[in-house]
């Protein structure tokens, strides 16, 4: 059986960004995914060692985010590496990391990277 485990909505200071001043100042970023893991074992032992641990997926994304990039497409794709590396048994998933105020000079909610795999 596989499930998907999501998180949703994760907010983050980060400093990402093409301006110097984004990587100096930071900006408020957005993070959700979904992950397919399987979840037989979990559903029978109703034991957190034999899921996918959500608090440990958070601490892979706030390791990831810590680290200043240029592209929201870089770290997005930097967060998924980490995440399959950290936890093998995710067979697919979809991860969307917003910018929450982007400087580009208009009155938005967000611009957003969405990569799945």
């Known amino acids: 059986m596989r ?3 999501e998180i949703d909505s994760l907010r983050l200071h980060a400093c990402h960004g093409v301006a110097e001043q984004e990587r100096i100042v930071g900006n408020i970023f957005d993070i959700s995914v979904s ?3 399987p ?3 979990a559903v029978e032992t109703d034991n957190i060692e034999d899921t996918l641990n959500y608090a440990a997926v958070i601490q892979v994304i706030k390791k990831e985010m810590k680290i ?3 592209l929201l497409e870089h770290v997005a794709g930097r967060i998924v590496k980490a995440l ?3 936890f ?3 067979s697919g998933g979809r991860i969307k990391l917003t910018k929450v105020t982007p400087p580009c000079g208009a009155e938005l909610k967000g611009v957003s990277v969405i990569l799945e795999w």
């Open 3 to 5: 499930g998907t485990i």
């Open 35 to 37: 992950l397919a893991y």
């Open 39 to 41: 979840v037989d074992k």
């Open 68 to 70: 200043p990039s240029l």
């Open 84 to 86: 399959i590396n950290e």
């Open 88 to 90: 093998p048994l995710i």
